[in-house]
Structure formats: C-alpha cells, structure tokens
C-alpha cells in the first residue's frame, strides 16, 4: 500500500478575518523525488505571523498560495530521498517547504533553503526558535537597519515573542537600553528577568503613549516595531532625534489583509520630519545568499554558544494541530516561539 502525505492547502482566501477553514487538511499519495529534487520529511513547523498575510489572495511580497495548493512555511526536515546535487539521505534541510508530513522540493529553485550540521549538537527547537528565520529577522531588523549604538534607547514592540526577544538580546549586546512592550504581567516580568531587557511596558494596560514617555525619558532612538497600528503610532510621538524606526511586522494589522479600508490610518508621521528620522521596512528574504547571511549566520550561532541568545519554545504536537493553533499568534495566546512537533526527532 502507498504511503500517505498529510497537507493542509488552501481552502478559502483569508481577505478579512481568518476562519476555520481557510485551510484544510487532506491526503494524498507520497510522490517519490523526481531528478533535482529532494524529499523532506517534516520533523518541526514554524507557526509565524506571514502565515496568517499568506492565506489572503493579495500579492504580499510572495505570490498568494494558489487555491488548492499547499499551504507554505518553514520546516525543519530530514531528507529521505534525494535525486538533487549536494544533498543525501539523512541530511537536515531547513527552510521554505509546506505544511505537510512530506515535502518534495528542488532545492535550487527554493526561495530559502539550508543544510544544517547534525554534529554540532545543538537541539532542532534551538535551530527553529532561534538560529534561523526569527534569528536572522531580528538580526537584520535591529542590527543592519536600527544601527543601535551604545547608550541609545531601543523600543520593541512584540517583545515577548520569538522575534521580540531575540532583537532585544541583540540589542543589548549592542550595549543599548533596552524596554519592551508585551500584553500581560507574565510576559513583562519574562522580558526583564529572562530575557535581560532593562524595562518592559504591558501595552493591556493602556495610555501606551504616556508609558513610553515614562520608560523613555530621553526618547526613543531605535524602534523595532512588529505590530503597527496604534502601537506604532505611540512610538512615533516618542521618537528621539534622527530616531530608526524599523518596520518588521504589524501583526494587529494582519487579520485585515485584503481590507486595506480598515487597516489603521497611522496619525503622528510627522515625527519623522520633526525628529529627522527614518522608517524603513525590509524582510528577510532579502538577504538570503549575501555575504551578510552567511556573517549574520556565524553571529548567532557565536552568541548562542556563549549564553547570550536566550528563546522559549512553545511547542504544539500533531500536523492537524497546525492550522488551529496559528490563531494563538493573534490572540497572544503562544509563549514564544510557536511550532508543530510534526515527528518524533529522526537521528
Ligand atoms: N520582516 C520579516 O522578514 C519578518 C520575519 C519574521 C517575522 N516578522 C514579523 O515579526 C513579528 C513577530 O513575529 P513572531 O514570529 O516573532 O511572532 P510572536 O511575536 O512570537 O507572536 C506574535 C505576538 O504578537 C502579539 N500580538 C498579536 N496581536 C497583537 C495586537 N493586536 N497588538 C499587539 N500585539 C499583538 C502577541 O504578543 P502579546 O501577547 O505581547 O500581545 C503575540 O504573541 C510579526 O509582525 C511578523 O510578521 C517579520
């Protein structure tokens, strides 16, 4: 009897809110690896953010996920047929491949995908969590395009989440002041006690604005947003001079995809003139197979092995969990980074 491949496709665009059944789940027959290709067995999937951006139909900064079609993300795999140059059985393969216990690739033509070392001993919810995309985001979002120098006031919003805690982290070793902003007390306390930050701001509470003033006596000269809407709006208000404000996300936004009416209208831009400030916005993909992916690689990998890169995983167990469990990323319901546990660990 063939073997069968679970994968949730899309089911219905998300152009408004996400329901239940954008995606579902179905099964198919294991497709074998044609020439180029590899085919990798899932053993982690991250759960992000873009995911909830990919269900909609609008052209984002990736074409939409075709109707009918696996859903995409990032997975952590071994390889169990390879018919591609480079790449052999047994081999761990990282990067963009779908939702599915199996993914049948040609490396060459993926817009993100690496080999990892098995020999380096480091734990695949490290790898996930860590050393890889929410790494590298927070990497090229705090330290290429906020340029923190020491002394300087960082401001992340999201802070508490995979991305949030590791660019306050970076941010710190930068040797900045670091204060985050998270929803509830047991996040705010994790940013300051776990996570090194210097202070951190529960925006639930509200008067967003007057509590960035007060965290940020001296203004904010570097702001990693990934939440847009009002948040970023408190922020501008606060901006120091020639203040970097840095777009990475704007998760209170996303339920909105495809809506653009009811995204909110952001009010106090003039600070950028006033401050003599910039806001820019940049993704990942960008600096994939530049000399700076490779540098930025080495770094995390050297902070991760000197203690200096702290994460939490929030682990959710089953492919037919996936899908579900994507909404805990908008309710603030995960506890750092969130992924699916598709299998148990193939040595
Ligand atoms: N530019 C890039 O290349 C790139 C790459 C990766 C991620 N990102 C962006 O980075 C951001 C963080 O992603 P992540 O993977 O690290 O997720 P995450 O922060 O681990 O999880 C999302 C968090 O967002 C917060 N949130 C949700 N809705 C909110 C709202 N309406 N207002 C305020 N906070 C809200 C929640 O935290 P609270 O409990 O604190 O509310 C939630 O836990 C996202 O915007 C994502 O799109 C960008």
């Known amino acids: 009897m063939s073997k069968v491949n679970r994968v949730w496709v899309m089911n219905k665009y998300a152009d408004g809110p996400m329901e239940n059944d954008n995606l579902v789940l179905k099964e198919f027959p294991l497709a074998d690896a044609q020439e180029g290709h590899i085919r990798v067995r899932s053993m982690y999937l991250s759960l992000d953010p873009t995911n909830r951006v990919w269900l909609s139909s609008q052209y984002t900064y990736m074409p939409p996920v075709p109707m009918g079609g696996p859903m995409r993300g990032f997975v952590i795999g071994v390889v169990d047929q390879s018919r ?152 501008l208000a606060n901006l120091a001079m020639g203040a970097r404000v840095v777009i990475c996300g704007g998760i209170s936004e996303y339920d909105k995809f495809g809506n653009p009416a009811s995204i909110y209208g952001i009010k106090n831009y003039f600070a950028l003139l006033l401050k003599r400030a910039s806001m820019e916005g940049f993704v990942i993909f960008d600096f994939v197979g530049t000399l700076e992916h490779a540098k930025c690689q080495r770094s995390l990998m050297e902070w991760y092995r000197a203690g200096k890169l702290r994460y939490r995983a929030h682990v959710v167990n089953g492919m037919e969990q996936a899908f579900p469990s994507l909404r805990l990323l908008l309710t603030g319901g995960n506890k750092g980074k969130l992924v699916v546990r598709i299998c148990d660990e193939i040595k």
């Not at 052999?88 to 990892?116: F, H, N, R």
């Not at 380096?120 to 860590?130: M, V």
């Open 84 to 235: 591609a140059t480079g790449w052999a059985e047994g081999d761990i393969a990282y990067g963009l491949m779908q939702w599915a216990d199996y993914s049948v690739i040609d490396p060459s033509q993926t817009v993100y995908m690496t080999k990892m070392s098995r020999s380096d001993g480091i734990p695949l919810e490290a790898w996930i969590s860590a050393l890889t995309m929410n790494g590298e985001t927070a990497y090229y979002g705090m330290l290429i395009k906020g340029r923190p120098k020491a002394g300087e006031t960082v401001l992340i919003s999201g802070a508490a989440g995979a991305t949030g805690v590791l660019a306050g982290q970076l941010a710190k070793i930068s040797g900045t002041r670091v204060v985050g902003i998270a929803g509830g007390a047991e996040k705010c306390r994790a940013l300051t006690e776990e996570f090194g930050f210097d202070a951190a701001i529960d925006y639930k509470q509200g008067n967003l604005l007057g509590a960035i003033q007060n965290a940020c006596p001296n203004g904010v000269d570097v702001f990693f947003d990934n939440v847009g809407g009002e948040t970023l709006d408190a922020a």
